[in-house]
C-alpha cells in the first residue's frame, strides 16, 4: 500500500508540473503609427523629423527568420520613406532596448549616431563602427539600440528607392520556467522525499 501513495503523488505531481506551460513569453510592444510622422511606443510618445517623403498603411511580414528576435505579424503596419532621408526619431521619455526593423533597406550606408547590435538578420552587409552597409540588394533584419535611449539618428549619404522601418520593445520568448512550476517542482520534490522517509 505504501508503493501505490508513492507512485500515485509521484504521478500527480509529475502531470502538474508537466501541464503548465515551461517557458514565459516576452511581451514584444509595437509602434502604433498616428501619422507618418509621429507615434506612441510602449505607451511613449514619438515624433520624426528628417524624412523626405513617408507614408503609414502599408503591411509587410515582420514573422520571418530575417525578424526571429522579435517577431511581429505577417500583416505589421510601418513606415515608408524615401531613401535619401537622414531620419532622426526622439521620444518623450526614454525607451529600454529599442528594436529598428529594417525592410528591403538598400542605401549604400546607414550610419547610427549609437552603438548597435545587429539581433537578427540583416544579411549581405558588412559593419565598421556605428555604419551598416548593405553590399548586394536590399537587407531586412533588427538592429538593437541597447539600454536607454531617448534618441536615435540614422545617417545616409543618399539614395532614392523607397524603403521601410518599424520599431518595437522586448524581444522573443525566453527558456525561463514560470514561478508556478518552480513551486510544483518543489512541491514534488518534497511529497518524493517524504514518502520515501515513511516507507
Do not use: H
Not at 33 to 40: A, D, I
Amino acid at each position: 500500500m505504501k508503493i501505490t501513495r508513492f507512485s500515485f503523488l509521484s504521478a500527480l505531481a509529475l502531470l502538474a508540473i508537466t501541464a503548465l506551460p515551461q517557458t514565459s513569453q516576452a511581451q514584444i510592444s509595437f509602434a502604433n503609427w498616428t501619422s507618418n510622422t509621429t507615434g506612441t511606443l510602449g505607451g511613449v510618445n514619438f515624433t520624426m523629423t528628417g524624412l523626405t517623403v513617408s507614408f503609414i498603411g502599408s503591411t509587410y511580414d515582420l514573422s520571418g527568420s530575417e525578424y526571429s528576435a522579435a517577431p511581429g505579424s505577417t500583416m505589421q503596419e510601418s513606415l515608408d520613406y524615401q531613401g535619401d532621408s537622414s531620419w532622426t526619431v526622439t521620444f518623450d521619455s526614454p525607451v529600454n532596448d529599442l528594436n529598428v526593423y529594417s525592410i528591403f533597406w538598400r542605401t549604400n550606408g546607414y550610419t547610427l549616431d549609437k552603438s548597435f547590435a545587429i539581433a537578427s538578420g540583416m544579411s549581405n552587409t558588412t559593419t565598421l563602427g556605428n555604419t551598416i552597409t548593405t553590399n548586394d540588394g536590399f537587407t531586412n533584419g533588427i538592429i538593437r539600440i541597447p539600454g536607454s535611449t531617448s534618441s536615435l539618428t540614422v545617417s545616409v549619404p543618399g539614395g532614392n528607392s523607397f524603403q521601410a522601418l518599424n520599431f518595437s520593445l522586448g524581444s522573443a520568448s525566453s527558456a525561463a520556467p514560470e514561478p508556478g512550476t518552480l513551486a510544483l517542482l518543489a512541491l514534488g520534490g518534497g511529497l518524493v522525499i517524504i514518502k520515501r522517509r515513511r516507507c
